[in-house]
Nanobody, 121 residues
Framework: LVHLVESGGGSVQAGGSLRLSCDAS?????MAWIRQAPGKEYEGVAN???????NYEDSVKGRFTISKDNYKNTMTLQMSDLKPEDTAMYYC??????????????????WGKGTLVTVSS
């Protein structure tokens, strides 16, 4: 069973940067960062496929970068130019090809417990 642990969350002012990490017992084909803002539904942020292909949701394009280290089994999310609307619990998740292809993040199989990101204006 894949085990995921997130770290790196915190509080930052608008315009600042944070780097999230996800330590994974192993990677699946599709790895992703998903967030949930207070009172809102889960929202996909970015995913990365087994070959390293990265995909981003429009709200974070140009500001966030997803990457993974296959030797260390670590996935990261570098977040820059953060905005108050980026405030959310950020989850690392693992799933199948289907999720990366369809971006149906609710279908992710394994989720971490999350790390909180708070951006103040």
């Amino acid at each position: 069973l894949v085990h995921l642990v997130e770290s790196g969350g915190g509080s930052v002012q608008a315009g600042g940067s944070l780097r999230l990490s996800c330590d994974a017992s192993e990677f699946t084909y599709c790895m992703a960062w998903i967030r949930q803002a207070p009172g809102k539904e889960y929202e996909g942020v970015a995913n990365i496929e087994a070959d390293g292909t990265a995909n981003y949701e429009d709200s974070v394009k140009g500001r966030f970068t997803i990457s993974k280290d296959n030797y260390k089994n670590t996935m990261t999310l570098q977040m820059s130019d953060l905005k108050p609307e980026d405030t959310a619990m950020y989850y690392c998740a693992a799933g199948s090809t289907y999720v990366c292809e369809t971006r149906n993040y609710n279908a992710m199989d394994i989720w971490g417990k999350g790390t909180l990101v708070t951006v103040s204006s």
